[in-house]
């Protein structure tokens, strides 16, 4: 009877675990900031179908087994993957996100789709760097303008005019975190159409990086 | 007609969801051949033309090592938008990362839908853009998923916007098995396991003597004389969306399967082709892929609309094609190194078969459309053929295991395209049990719902 039992039990569990664990899902999960000096933490935030396994690359004190639902800090020290996943039988659910430690110096290119606009004619692109994605201690150290022609760039209080292919300190301890507008006038002889097309509709910057002592 | 005349037979492999520049656009860049003439990737880590954004931080394309994923990359309409990132009137290509980020919640600094494979990883798509002709302007028919695109391929039309488990309907008379009846042109399709014909319920044609395991496809070609050998072939591969996989593992190229049993796949075809030099000279391989599964390419879509056609499940008209994707095609009759720039789409096929068996490229009146909006037709890739075939048959680079597959237990069907295919498989039991086993016996294991 005891073995019937079991067998029973084996039997179902076969039957019904694809139905449950099958549906393992992953509701929520964020890692924030992304972007940190060293020694800030950032915090991981989670809400699963199911228990979670948290791991990270490099391995960090901390991590492991943890409820459907939770929240942990941790302090990388070098660029770390965050893997959070709910383990299933069948089929897991997997999220990944990347932690960016900045060393002394680092570079990123920022930037967005560029649009036409305005009298006398520029192209330009907004875009916001929010302090959920990029620790408020990240300061700018210097913008490159990667074009052959002219950008003008600001954010908050500073506006500076960058020549082609050169660099500019105006930005320096500017915070990173922020809405930024990259700005390529439209010169005589140029329509908006023939310098969205010679910038492929986008404009970037190259920004170099340090953190706030 | 140019080259077609010469050809006996047209051998259509579309594998599924990668782009253009995922597979081949590696051509240009000078570390991997530096083809000027192709519109590959022109360094691309540091290109700002090809820069994507996501939260002001830009994305460039990167050097991906074949492998499986952790994730299936977002395709569906609404995420294809997200791809395009229309601006005014301009496809800037700018969202892949941004749709990576939407559908999959993983904030990575190297998303996959970024990434691009060497030839390392590509050795036989790669050998073939050498030895034969690579389109490097083929797109997906319509900017969204698997199903809508491959009905196009198969038909002309699609009367659906979206991958779902359901039938494919298709329009009266337009599908290609129907079309290539009416012109009694011969055919025969080689399936790995369950064909994705079946998801259109043409059961009784997929139950058929016309549909054959691709087992039997060495053995056909070599004991076939040339009069007996089908005017056109259909070889699908093993589709990783299948509910059972028993004897073959995904080969398709569907995230998350790598693309080393895909390659492998095209080996074999190409192998089982060129075995007889007198066959290989009447015949035609046409390699595609049915969209772009979700891989960034760097080229806008064609500004092709596709109206909605009476008794759509949709609503909403294409205004654009979709992505490129890798556009192959290979005979003696092709010098090496050939590339065709001009504007292709599955329909390209549906003209090439037309101009073939019914002397006119408008096999319908939506090929008919797209034609007259510049879509041509893989006939004009032969349009200047080599006054002779080639002699040479180039030899395949070695074979080397680049990605593995590792099959799991049987999962219930989660996706829509896993749960289409599922329907199919129930479908087709029900519709005749003891031939679909006999047929495809690896549904025995479909799981009891």
Known sequence: ?213 | MGGIDQLRTIVILMLENRSFDHILGHLSMPRFGNRKDVAGLVDPEVNLDYTNFLDGQGYQPFELKDAPFAHDLPHSRGLVDVQLAKSGNRFTMSGFVDAYYQATGSKVSDPPTMGFLSPADTPVSSFLAAQYAVCDNWFAPLPTDTQPNRSVAFSGYSLIDDTKPRPIPTVQGSFVFEWLNAHNVSWRVYHCGISFFALFDRFEEVLGPAFRSFRQFPGDWEAENVSEMPQVIFIEPEYTDSPVHLGWTPNDNHPPTAVGPGEHFVRSVYQVLTKDPEKWKQTLLVLTNDEHGGFFDHVPPLPISAPVPAGSLFTIPFQSTGPRVPGIIASPWISAGSVFKGPMDHTSILQLLSEKFAGTPDYNDEVKRRREAGIQSVSQVLAEPLAQAREDIPALPEESISASVSLGPTVKPQTDSEQAFDRAARKLLEYDRKRALEKYPELVHLPEK
């Open chain 1, 1 to 213: 009877m005891h073995r019937m039992n079991e067998h029973l039990k084996i039997l179902v569990t076969l039957l019904v675990t694809p139905l449950v664990t099958g549906c393992a899902q992953i509701k929520y999960f964020s890692v924030a900031p992304t972007t940190i000096c060293p020694g800030e933490a950032v915090q991981v935030d989670w809400k699963a179908s199911d228990r979670v396994l948290l791991s990270t690359l490099p391995p960090l004190p901390g991590t492991g087994e943890g409820p459907p639902e939770g929240s942990l800090s941790f302090t990388p020290v070098q660029d770390t993957r965050f893997t959070l996943k709910v383990p299933a039988l069948l089929k897991s659910a997997q999220r990944e996100w990347d932690v960016s430690v900045i060393p002394a110096q680092s570079s990123r290119l920022m930037g967005g789709v560029a649009q036409c606009s305005g009298n006398p004619a520029s192209v330009s692109a907004t875009f916001s760097v929010q302090q959920k994605d990029t620790s408020s201690r990240v300061r700018v150290t210097s913008i490159q303008n990667n074009y052959q022609r002219t950008l003008k760039v600001g954010k908050d209080n500073v506006e500076a005019e960058i020549a082609p292919g050169t660099a500019t300190d105006q930005f320096k301890n500017v915070p990173v975190s922020g809405t930024w507008t990259i700005r390529a006038p439209v010169a005589g002889g140029e329509t908006c159409d023939s310098v969205l097309d010679s910038v492929r509709s986008r404009l970037t910057i190259n920004v170099q990086m340090s953190c706030k002592e």
